[in-house]
Every structure is written in C-alpha cells, then in structure tokens.
C-alpha cells in the first residue's frame, strides 16, 4: 500500500507540474518562462499568477485531470505543493453538491413591503412579526448542504449578536468593522449592529497579495478612518490582534463572530431615520479611503426608487454571488429583497469565481427573476462556461440582468445575449444601470425589458471638442452604453468647469440630487466640501445627456489632457492589454504634467513577464502603434514592469493615481518588494505606532491610580469621622464635603446645573439614571442636602462600605426575597410620609454600554402614595470615566443636571407610570445618551413554529 501511495504521488507530482509549467509558458510572452516550476514554486511571487489566473490554473488542472478540488483550495493555495497534497488524497472522488435541493414555495398573497419603515431595523421587525417562517435567504453551498434563513432566523441571531457587542460596551453611534466572508454571520451580526444603534463598516476580507505592505496600510487606514472600536473577524490570532490594535488607536476589541452568539437581547435601541447606519467605504481607485455616510432613511429612500424602477413584484427572486462588502451586493441584493420581503438566492464570490456556471445553474434552478453583475461577470460567463456546464440550464425566467459597477461594454452586452439565447435568455432582460456610493447605490436605470441602448459616437470630435457627435465611419467610432434615466426622485444634470449646465451631448461632469445622497465623507468636511456644492454633488465622472439617457466617458481623475485633446484610459489599456506578450487587464495608462509644455504627457505602463530585450522592443512597437491608432501620436514614456506591479482596487480595478503615485516617488521601480523587506517594513511601521499604544495605556493607568490613591487618602479620614456618629444628616454633609474634595484632586470635574436645591420645595423623591460606580459618589458631591440613597441590601455585607453606607444614611431593599421586599418598600413609603428625601436609581443596575434603560415604578409608586414631588437628576459623564468591568476612571467631564420637579397626578398606577414616564423623558433630554426600550417576549420571533 506504501508504494501504492508514493507511485501515485509521483505520477501525480510530475502531472500536476507539467499542467502548471504549461500554464505559466501559455501565459508568458512567446514562451518565455521567469523560472523553472517546482513544488514550492509561489504562485503569485515566483510565477506571477494573480487571484485570477489561480483561479484559471485549478479549473485547467480539474478538468485535465478529472477531480473537483474544494473551493476553499482556490482561495488558500499558494503553492503546487498544496495542490498535490489534495490530489494524493484522490480528488476523484469529489463531487460538487447540486445546486438545487431546497425547493421555494410561492410565498402567497400580494407584496407587503413594510411602506411606513423608518429605518432598516424597523423593516426587519416587519417581516419577522408578519412572516417569521418564510425564507429570507437560501444559502448555496459548494461542498456542504445548502440551508436557508428565515426573517425570524435573522431578528433572533441579530439580537444575540446586539447583546454581545453591548457586553463589549459599543454604544449606539459606535462604529463596529465587519470583516466576513458571506455566510450566516455576516447578517446576523450586520443585522446586530443595525439593532444596538451602531454603524456598520463594512470591510472586505484580505487576500493574498504580493504586496502585502499596501494592503495592509490600506486596511488599516479604513479602520483607523472609520474610528472602529470593534472588529468582527471570522477567527483571530494574537499576531493578528496585536497589529491591528497598534494600527488602529481606536480598536479596543477583535472578536469573532461566534463569540457573539449567546443570549437574546432584552433591550433595544429604537433607531431614527437621520441615524447612520452604514459607512460605504469607495473602492480606493484613487487617493485615500472615504467613508460615505449613509442613513437609514437614504438605504430606504434608494430602495424604494430601485424597487419601484424594477417593478418588484410578489413571484420575484434574486439570485446573487456578489461579495457583500461592496455597495451592489449589500444594498442591491440583500437590502432590497429584504425590504421587498422577496427571496435571495446567494452563493459567495468565491463560488462564481471558481465555477461561473453555478450562477447561471442557480438561476434556473430557483428560477431566478433578477440578478445583477459588473461588467466583467458577463464576459466571463460568455468565454469561460464550457457547453457540457449549460446541460439543462434555463434562464428565460429572468426578467432583469443588471450590469453596473464598472464601465459597460457593448461588445460584451452583445456577446452574452449571443453565447445565452439558446438557453432561454432574453437579450431585453440586460439593463444597464449606474450608481455610486455616494448616492447609496443607484442613481439611473435602463429602461426595463428594452435592452441595451448603444450609442456609436465619433472618437475624434469627442477628444477635440468634447461633444457626443455620431460617428461618420466605423474607424472613428466608439460604443457607449445607455445606463438610462435617473430613479425616481432624483435629478441628474451635466455641467462644465464653471458648474453652469451643459447643452445635450456635451460632455461635462455629472452632477445629481437625491434623497439617497450621503450627507459627506465621515470625519472629513474637506473632501465633503469638494463634493456638495449648492445641494449638488459631484460623481467624479464625465458623461453627457442624450434622449434624457445618461452615457458616462469616463473618470474624471482618469483623464487625459494632451495638446488640448481630451483622451480617456480605457480604450488604449485595452489594445494594449490585447498584445502578445503584455498581461491582461494589467495595463495603466496615465497622464503626467509636463511643467514646460503646459500639457500632459501620456504615460502607458503595461505589466509583462518578459524579460529578452528583443521581446521587450517588441511589446514597445506595439503600444506605440496602438497609441498612434487610437490618439494619433505615439506616448511620451512606456514602462514595462513585472507581474502585479500595477496597483488595483479590492475589485480589480486600477488605481490609477496611485499607480502613477508609487511610479513617479520610486523612479520608476514598481515591483513589490521580497516579502521579508515587507514584513520587516511591517514591523518597522508597527513599532510606533504600538509604542504610542504602550504610552497611551501608560498614562491612563498612572492616572488611573492616582485616582484611586486621592479617593482612598481623602475617604479614610471621612470613615473614620462618620461610621461612629449616629447623626445620618451630620454625616452625609461631611461625607459630601469629602467627594467633592476627592473627586476635584482626582482631576475629575463636576459641573452641577439646573434648580438650586437649596431653594427646593419640601422633601421630594428623587431619581437619576445610573451609568457607573462614580454615580453615587457623584451625587454625594452634587447634592448638598443630605439624601436618603435607596441602595440593594447586598451592599450591607460589603466590607468597610456597608458600615459607611448605613452612616449616611442609605436605606437598603431587599431584591431577592419577596417578603422582606414588600416589608422594606412600605418603610420607605414611611420615610417619604415622615418629609425623608430619598433617591432612587429607577434602572436599578447598569451595563458598559450606554442607553437610558427602563424605569422600575418603585420610587414612583411611592411618590404619588405620600404626595411627594419627583425631582429628576441627570448624571452625563460617569460612563465615560469609569464604564462598567474597568476599574481605572479616564480623565472626563462630569455633568449633574437637576431638573424642575415633577408632580404626582393621582394615587394609582396610571399616575406612576405618567410620572416614571415623565421622569424618564426629562432625564433622556440632559444625560447625554439613547432612550433604549425593553423586548416583550412576544416581540421576539423565534425558529419555533408558532403552535409548538
């Protein structure tokens, strides 16, 4: 059996080698090689296969060989070695999973989308009371069983995960990072975030790359942007952590998504339509990251546009693999069926990437009426999909093909209809569309069941005058798609440098008004600045009207200006890409300013793996013959530089100005650095920062322990003239005296505002919320007359404080016990009858988390029973200084606010309650914090049928 084994590694070692050697020859210019193929030859580093040509390699090698490798090998292997350790363990036997399997009911009646929604919270609850069992989501799996998650599924994981964070002490209005692949734990916890009031950043999770350092700056820089407090990580090492933290000042907390899941939230954060839901960070073509900010009401306002346009319809289902970190994914495909309470057919990025067909199969399969994919998705479809893959596939259920996200080909819109009628597509269900984050998601859609609109426009007039004129002969002419006319509600008009408003066909920037447009970049009025002028704001695009249609030309910062012609990239990166020897899709053309001529000079950057000066000269021609075809004059510079030299976006787009960036500062030397001088830059980077991290911790435990050691030096005298003396009144003014002493040495200021105490009506009952241990201490300093504090009887057995507590005053309650409960509630209705001012915390306990929680109707009770007027105080600060589970107080204002007195309306528990009420409204005005509401047990939908 040992020689069975190694005669079939062997034979299987020298098969896999020669498929990879053929591979990389077939990929190299004219056959020539970078370095021979072994076992631990790096697929990216040694043999310059990028993500994409990975995932071509194991298609090649599956199908010559007969196996089916498991998707997650076409994400993590790196070298051949990790290829052959699957093969010997016969990958013939493998099979992909059906994509069927799970069958979707109709689900009945009209479409009941929740039209009176607020925010997107308010649009799960929805659908989660109304229809808790029906499928929100199908899960398709590549090598396990597909399952689905209904909205009930949702609303419980979400309120786990709610609880969790609140646990880790995010607040509504925190940021919290969700780096997930798709799955089940990317809605729940998304879905969380939603409920606890926080804002979801979403970020994509990283990938191999060759350069490592300029991934990992541009992570950090989105988290360090975004100011997370917490990440939400799939798993987690302490390296990971450690990097991380010292990167991100603000990152307290990097947890995994299943560290979330534990008991179902009782407590919600009721949020408004204004909050911020959701930082949409653009794809990073050029510049540094921006955080669009986006709220519930721009989500639903865009929604109900899209959904309207579209024509959604009960009988409709979405099929997607879009990654959900990406503004099409996550808006399109997911929040739009889940407002529309249709279902969504999912699969990974991953899935699509590694079988193509596998959309198409789960389209007809589910007989998917919508689906949505970039530009590129189509052509892969059209060029990659075997016949023997399209054995009975349908699509002619598909009434909507959305193509958007990056420019649209004609020829590739052509191509796909073509390669697919045979199999029931309809070429009117392509609909190009455009969007942009910063409008949510989209701003114009294609006329529906029209198909693609093309516009065949003269190439020399638009680079000359800068007007859409048609095209006299086919040399000149370039294809332009329609993306149609803005949604609903939206405006969309094109203008020149003076933002004035341009005539039809002119090209111009494109400027539009929305009720989904963000209201800025997150942190950054600068840039929010150049983007909002007079309730306009900029796309960054250039494009022009015709017919009412929208056709874009390209980017802005991607234009080319060249002796007063304007030029676009696109064309030239794709002839050039196109010639033997130069990498697709590799190829940056950019314009650099020429301080002596006054104009841009062209310069082309085609990535190649040649290396022979003859094959170099060769390429060379080429693009200059290209250039002179398509512009009319040869460029300035062409630069030749290695596999993945060219910098691109988390979607494979090209930063352009970034590329053009690192060119010009390293002289032209873009090729990565050897992974050992990038971990050591890494490091190098990292020290720094992590030393600031080690001072930051430094400092507040320094203070943190004079704190501590003020309150004991100035506390123990107090003790020691107050726990012997009988008079309580005596004892709270000292005591009184010795916290503001204490609390003004720690360096903790208090600032007391509203109703002068002193001048205060008879003894009152009063109540403030309670958000820390400093909250008594507060108090005491705050208030000058002395309190009866209503505290729990626990605190009795505490050592030392016990004995201080009943000196001053504080009355104790039983919680536990019944009986004794009732006894002591009815000594203080006593007290407060005999003119005893007691204070009571109504939320009875606090968390690290803040939110004003539920009132308890004990303190009012007892008001309206002995006639007494409730004071509200509101104490704004104490959680800052000192949160729960951390006992070193940070440096912070401390503001106590006393409030009109409120009077009892009766003596029953209506009037309680309307004075609880009132109490509450007027402490939520002052104490700085979100009013957070308990969950009926009803409220909670479960995975239990409701008879069970």
Same mark, same amino acid.
């Given at each position: ?52 040509? *990975?995932?071509?390699?194991?298609? *090649? ?206 407590? #919600? ?15 990073? %073509? ?22 309207? /346009? ?60 919508? +689906? ?11 060029? *990659? ?67 693609? @609109? ?17 095209? =006299? ?17 939206? #405006? ?12 039809? @066909? ?58 007063? @012609? ?17 990498? +697709? ?50 460029? =300035? ?92 009144? #005596?004892?709270?003014?000292?005591? %009184? ?6 609390? #003004? ?26 958000? %820390? ?29 016990? @004995? ?40 009875? /306990? ?103």
């Amino acid at each position: 059996m040992k020689d069975d084994a190694t005669g079939r590694s062997s034979a299987n070692v020298q098969r896999l080698l020669e498929i990879v050697d053929a591979f990389v020859a077939e990929m190299s210019p004219r056959g020539h090689k970078p370095l021979a193929v072994g076992l631990e030859s790096h697929f990216e580093r040694d043999l310059g296969l990028d993500s994409i040509a *990975r995932t071509e390699l194991l298609a *090649r090698i599956e199908k010559t060989l007969g196996v089916r490798f498991p998707l997650d090998l076409f994400g993590q292997a790196v070298t051949p070695r990790d290829l052959l350790c699957f093969l010997d363990e016969d990958a013939s036997g493998q099979s992909s999973s059906p994509v069927g399997g799970i069958e979707l009911s109709a689900p009945g009646g009209a479409l009941d989308p929740p039209t009176d929604a607020r925010t997107l919270v308010e649009a799960l609850q929805w659908h989660a009371s109304r229809r808790p069992e029906r499928t929100h989501i199908v899960f398709l799996e590549e090598d396990a069983a597909s399952h689905t998650m209904t909205y009930a599924a949702l609303h419980e994981a979400a309120l786990r995960v709610s609880r969790g964070l609140r646990r880790l002490g995010v607040n509504p209005g925190d940021t919290v990072a969700l780096m997930l692949p798709t799955g089940d734990d990317y809605f729940a916890c998304f879905a969380g975030i939603l409920l606890l009031g926080a804002i979801v950043v979403p970020v994509y999770p990283p990938a191999q790359s060759a350069r490592i350092d300029d991934h990992l700056a541009r992570h950090a820089a989105i988290l360090s942007d975004a100011r997370a407090r917490v990440m939400i990580v799939p798993s987690h090492s302490f390296g990971a952590d450690l990097l991380a933290k010292a990167r991100i000042p603000t990152l307290l907390e990097i947890i995994a998504a299943p560290q979330l899941m534990g008991e179902v939230d009782t407590e #919600r954060y009721v949020p408004h339509a204004e909050d911020v839901a959701l930082l949409q960070y653009t794809s990073g %073509s050029t510049g540094m990251p921006k955080g669009v900010v986006l709220t519930h009401a721009n989500l639903l306002a865009n929604i109900r546009a899209m959904g309207q /346009t579209a024509r959604i319809e009960e009988h409709d289902i979405f099929a997607s693999w879009l990654p959900l970190y990406h503004d099409m994914g996550l808006i399109g495909a997911w929040f739009g069926p889940l407002y529309f309470g249709i279902p969504l057919v999912l699969m990974s990025p991953l899935t699509f990437l590694a079988r193509p067909a596998r959309w198409l199969q789960a389209i007809s399969h589910y007989n998917a009426t919508i +689906t949505a994919a970039p530009n590129f998705a189509y052509e892969r479809c059209t060029r *990659r999909i075997e016949d023997a893959d399209l054995e009975a596939i349908d699509l002619s259920s598909l009434r909507l093909a959305f193509c958007g996200a990056e420019p649209i080909s004609a020829s590739t819109m052509r191509a796909f209809a073509t390669r697919f009628a045979s199999h029931g597509f309809r070429q009117t269900a392509l609909t190009p569309v455009y969007g942009l984050a910063e409008n949510t998601l989209g701003l114009a859609f294609s006329e529906l069941g029209r198909g693609v @609109r093309i516009d065949c426009i003269s190439r020399v007039k638009l680079a000359d005058s800068q007007r859409a004129a048609q095209a =006299e002969s086919p040399d000149d002419a370039l294809e332009l798609v329609s993306c149609g006319r803005a949604l609903p509600g939206n #405006r969309i008009r094109v203008v020149d440098a003076a933002r004035n408003e341009v005539s039809e @066909r002119a090209v111009g920037r494109i400027e539009f008004r929305s009720p989904s447009a963000t209201r800025g970049y997150f942190q950054n009025p600068a840039l929010t600045a150049q983007l909002i002028h007079d309730n306009w704001l900029d796309t960054g695009d250039l494009g022009y009207i015709a017919d009412d249609e929208l056709f874009i030309t390209g980017r802005v910062k991607d234009l080319v200006i060249r002796a007063g @012609r304007h030029f676009f990239p696109y064309e030239l990166e794709a002839a050039v890409g196109r010639l033997p020897g130069v990498r +697709t899709g590799c190829v940056a053309v950019c314009g650099t300013p020429d301080v002596e001529t006054g104009t841009d000079r062209l310069l082309v950057i085609a990535e190649t793996r040649a290396t022979a000066p003859a094959t170099l000269a060769t390429i060379r021609t080429g693009i200059n013959e290209a250039s002179v075809a398509l512009l009319g004059a040869p460029p =300035e510079e062409v630069a030749l530089v290695p596999p993945h030299s060219i910098l691109k976006t988390s979607s494979g787009k090209i930063r352009h100005a970034a590329t053009l960036d690192l060119y010009l500062r390293s002289h032209g030397n873009l090729l990565p650095r050897p992974a050992w001088r990038q971990r050591l830059g890494i490091g190098a980077n990292t020290i720094l920062p992590i030393g600031r991290r080690l001072r930051t911790a430094g400092e507040h435990f320094a203070y943190g322990a004079w704190c501590w050691i003020t309150i004991l030096l100035v506390a123990t005298p107090a003790w020691l003239m107050t726990v012997w003396h009988p008079d309580a009144n #005596r004892n709270w003014k000292i005591a %009184s005296r010795a916290a503001r002493l204490a609390l #003004r040495l720690a360096g903790i200021r208090v600032k007391v505002c509203g109703v002068d105490l002193n001048d205060a009506a008879p003894p009152a009952i009063f109540v403030a919320n309670h958000a %820390s241990y400093l909250d008594g201490l507060v108090l005491l300093a705050a208030i000058p007359i002395p309190l009866g504090v209503v505290a729990k009887r626990e605190l009795t057995s505490a050592p030392l404080l016990g @004995r201080f507590l009943r000196a001053i005053g504080v009355r104790f309650v039983e919680r536990a016990d019944y009986r004794r409960m009732a006894d002591d509630e009815r000594e203080l209705l006593k007290q407060a009858m005999a003119g005893t001012a007691l204070l009571f915390f109504p939320e009875a /306990t606090f968390v690290r988390s803040a939110g004003l929680r539920q009132f308890r109707l004990g303190a009012f009770v007892t008001a309206c029973a002995s006639h007494r007027p409730v004071i509200p105080v509101a104490i704004a600060g104490t959680r800052a200084v000192l949160p729960d589970g951390q006992w070193l107080p940070t440096r912070a204002g401390i503001t106590v606010t006393v409030l009109p007195a409120l009077a009892p309306s009766g003596e029953d528990m209506k009037a309680a309650a309307d004075l609880r009420d009132a109490a509450r409204d007027a402490i939520a005005t002052c104490c700085g914090e979100s009013v957070l509401s308990e969950i009926s047990p009803l409220e909670i939908p479960t995975n239990r049928a409701p008879n069970s």
